[in-house]
């Protein structure tokens, strides 16, 4: 949640190199093409971590399995989200660990996987993935399926993370050790001086070392790709020995040269880099090749950006409605099946959301009938693919949609990874909010009527539950423990969420999570709300009962526009049906600007008017959709809605189909022999030959 600081602030553009501060002018720069390096794929694993040019191998839904089953070395793999914003702020730390331990790269490789990107969901819900970041061991030769061992260490800097490397290859047992893996345990110290007499030709280096440092077996793996040298340890426990050598303190390196002198090399510090550095620099020690993370392929290494313009003032269907896009068909794919408190959170969500959401009505009806679905189904558990499935519309219900993927407006970041869902999330809870203080009687018959803190209580446990930034999740939760109890009305509810959306906006100014386009700063702005600030004795205050009446309006059904969503397609009749939803639950249907000539002429050319005929055979519509500039994806779109005779049944109908159809015909061919051979008895019985 704490990445989310930039969401309900000025919106920014998605751009590689958008304005240098967003203008006080309402409107934003216009509508500008930029090209930008998005890394290998176009997906999230591009946008945090790039094969080729950082050290971390980036893996996908196609590849982890290949690289951690069955493998000659072990593998660190860190599950990410990339709208996290704690993995954004981790992210420099991971790729200098994955730069600092190269070396180490044919006994263990640290790699990265964002479960952010949809093709990735099912890879990341089979491992097990429900909180980013997830760090996750793998030991080498692994023939059976696993979902790897976390990483327990007491924090997750540099120093501790590279340590229990070294201790993960040491739980590995010699039969599954990799084998370009060195000994990393000790040798005895007498042992070392059966070493200079039989030095075979090569340096041998001996760290000399306490029982609990890691220098020496830190060097040993920064030297394992070199030729001509092999480094061992041992530890400081036999003061003859280390008298004999000159051994005054640890840690310290005992060097025998191919020529069979020996003796302690002089470094300015005894820390492993000095030490590692001599050894490699030693005549004769060469490199040999090194398996490095493979440059993707050029086409894949750039993605188009759309910079879209936009109005500050103004809340985008688009940028809520790819939130719900995120929420249902991602964020909830962590999680195989729900059940307990985790079902009864959803329900208790969903129930909110589909009663206050303003959008547009084919959207509500899908929100409304997820609703009435998790409200009257008799289980407790239930598989994520049943939810996924209703919000896909296999059942091809006619009059619900959600668009399937992302189209960030208000929420778009001057990076791939900045802002997005997080901001989306912040704009929905605030809406939700809002609608619930302006319109409560939407609540009736929910059993959240009477209760203040109802909405942000679903938003609450949602968080806690489902949010995959497990760190931005608990701050959340602290806020709420802390002050949510003092929320006694509705409008209290509204302006509760707004302090707290400014606190985590002041927490991580200046972190890596901000969009230095758009700097985390207190909200509303002077310019979009002058009556919400005051002086009072020199200093700048809120008047809350302003900032109250202009979030009313900022996040209300008459502030909501349509520009740029996602074409409704065929949906069947919504006029129609939004008027019914909207009179099932006393909402007022969402006004739109009428005089926008801007917004609308930023309308696709190809978008359905509101007089579209509905007579026009759904063939005829298809194609002329297909006609349209976002042809291809139609087409692509209606292949995966009817993968099966035109029709989007699964295959476990088409086959109950079958068999219905089966054995209705069994039976009533037998029917039909029945009757047939009774008849003939009858004719045999009734006939009376002539005398």
Not at 344 to 373: I, S
Request: hydrophobic share 40%.
């Amino acid at each position: 949640m704490a990445a989310a600081g930039a969401a309900a602030r000025s919106p920014g553009a998605r751009a590689s190199r958008p304005p240098a501060s967003p203008p006080r002018a309402a409107r934003l720069p216009g509508l500008l093409l930029l090209l930008a390096a998005a890394g290998p794929g176009a997906g999230g694993a591009a946008r945090l971590y790039r094969a080729g040019e950082d050290a971390v191998w980036v893996l996908d839904s196609g590849s982890v399995r290949g690289a951690t089953a069955n493998s000659s070395v072990a593998w660190l793999v860190q599950f990410y989200s990339s709208w996290c914003g704690h993995c954004i702020g981790y992210a420099p730390t991971w790729r200098a660990l994955a730069g600092d331990v190269r070396d180490w790269a044919a006994a263990i490789r640290v790699a990265a996987l964002d479960c952010a990107e949809e093709k990735n969901q099912e890879v990341c819900r089979a491992y097990d993935i429900h909180f980013y970041p997830t760090f996750r061991y793998f030991k080498a030769f692994t023939k059976e399926f696993t979902t790897g061992e976390d990483f327990r260490g007491p924090d997750r800097e540099l120093r501790t993370v590279r340590q229990m490397m070294i201790d993960f290859l040491q739980n590995h047992t010699d039969s599954s050790r990799p084998p370009a893996c060195p000994a990393l345990d000790p040798i005895p110290p007498r042992d070392v001086l059966a070493l200079l007499s039989s030095h075979g030709g090569r340096y041998v280096a001996v760290v000399f070392e306490s029982n609990s440092s890691y220098v020496g077996r830190e060097v040993i793996l920064d030297l394992m790709p070199y030729e001509n040298v092999v480094v061992s340890r041992a530890l400081d426990r036999d003061g003859a020995v280390l008298e004999r050598l000159g051994v005054a303190s640890v840690p310290s390196c005992y060097l025998i040269h191919p020529n069979g002198s020996h003796g302690l090399i002089r470094v300015a510090k005894p820390l492993r880099s000095f030490f590692s550095s001599y050894l490699k620099s030693l005549p004769d020690v060469r490199k040999k090749s090194l398996s490095l993370p493979e440059k993707p392929n050029e086409e894949e290494n750039t993605g188009v950006m759309v910079r879209r313009e936009f109005d500050r003032a103004k809340l985008y269907t688009a940028d809520l409605e790819s939130g719900l896009h995120c929420l249902l068909r991602v964020e909830l794919a962590a999680h195989r099946s729900l059940a307990g408190a985790e079902l009864k959170t959803l329900r208790d969500f969903v129930t909110v959301v589909a009663k206050l959401f303003p959008g547009r009505p084919p959207v509500r009806k899908l929100l409304g009938t997820l609703q009435e679905w998790l409200a009257t189904l008799p289980l407790d558990r239930i598989p994520y693919n049943a939810v996924l499935d209703l919000v896909n519309n296999k059942m091809r219900i006619s009059g619900i949609f959600l668009t399937n993927h992302v189209q960030w407006v208000g929420c778009q970041g001057s990076r791939p990874e900045l802002r997005g869902y997080p901001c989306s999330l912040w704009k929905l809870f605030h809406t939700l909010t809002v609608q619930a203080s302006t319109h409560p009687e939407a609540l009736a018959g929910t059993g959240f009527e009477d209760d203040p803190q109802a909405v942000l209580q679903a938003v609450r446990r949602y968080v806690r539950t489902f949010f995959g930034c497990q760190e931005c999740g608990q701050h959340f939760e602290e806020m709420a423990a802390e002050s949510l109890d003092a929320v006694k009305s509705l409008d209290q509810a509204v302006l509760w969420l707004w302090r707290q959306h400014n606190a985590v906006n002041g927490r991580l100014a200046g972190q890596l999570s901000e969009d230095p386009k758009f700097p985390k700063v207190p909200w509303p702005t002077p310019d979009l709300c002058p009556a919400c600030h005051e002086e009072i004795k020199g200093l700048d205050s809120w008047h809350e009962g302003q900032v109250l009446a202009f979030l009313k309006q900022h996040y209300s059904s008459s502030n909501l526009v349509d520009t740029y969503s996602a074409d409704l397609g065929d949906v069947g009749d919504t006029g129609a049906l939004g008027q019914g939803l909207v009179e099932g639950r006393g909402l007022t249907a969402p006004e739109r600007p009428q005089g926008d000539q801007h917004a609308a002429s930023l309308r696709p050319p190809h978008r359905p008017g509101p007089r579209t005929r509905l007579s026009e055979s759904p063939q005829h519509r298809l194609d002329s959709r297909a006609q349209s500039p976002q042809g291809p994806r139609v087409l692509e779109e209606a292949k995966a809605a009817a993968p099966f005779l035109g029709i989007g049944f699964s295959s476990l109908d088409m086959s109950l189909c079958v068999v219905l159809y089966v054995a209705s015909s069994l039976f009533l061919m037998l029917m039909y022999f029945f009757f047939r051979v009774r008849s003939k008895r009858w004719k045999v019985r009734l006939y009376h030959p002539a005398v």
